[in-house]
């Protein structure tokens, strides 16, 4: 089994920053691939990605204010969000897809419970 822990959301002023984490636990060996997510009414969008190899993608959302980094040896994830505007509030989770265990098990897709970061003056 796989966990995921979102931390560092919070309440921040317009034009601040936040950095987010998601640590991985479990029988973990490998993640091809770590997503954040926002929920917005309706939808839940693809804020960044990031592959086994370094590989980033990032939402319409991030708009050159969001980078998304790895540190694979602690399977944790990060978020740095700097510029923040009042619509960039929501809550954040944590995605993780081709999970490989120390097992030897694959693992289904994960999603941590989600983290609210809310931007207001």
């Known amino acids: 089994q796989v966990q995921l822990v979102e931390s560092g959301g919070g309440l921040v002023h317009p034009g601040g920053s936040l950095r987010l984490s998601c640590a991985a636990s479990g029988d973990v060996e490998s993640i091809a691939i770590m997503a954040w997510y926002r929920q917005v009414p309706k939808q839940r969008q693809l804020v960044a990605a990031i592959t086994s190899s370094g590989t980033t993608t990032y939402g319409d959302s991030a708009d050159g204010r969001f980078t998304i980094s790895r540190d694979y040896a602690k399977n944790t994830m990060y978020l740095q969000m700097n510029s923040l505007k009042p619509e960039d509030t929501a809550v954040y989770y944590c995605?993780?897809?081709?999970?490989?265990?120390?097992?030897?098990?694959?693992?289904?897709?994960?999603w941590g419970q989600g983290t609210q970061v809310t931007v207001s003056s």
């Open positions: 995605n993780a897809g081709g999970i490989k265990g120390t097992s030897g098990r694959t693992h289904r897709d994960a």
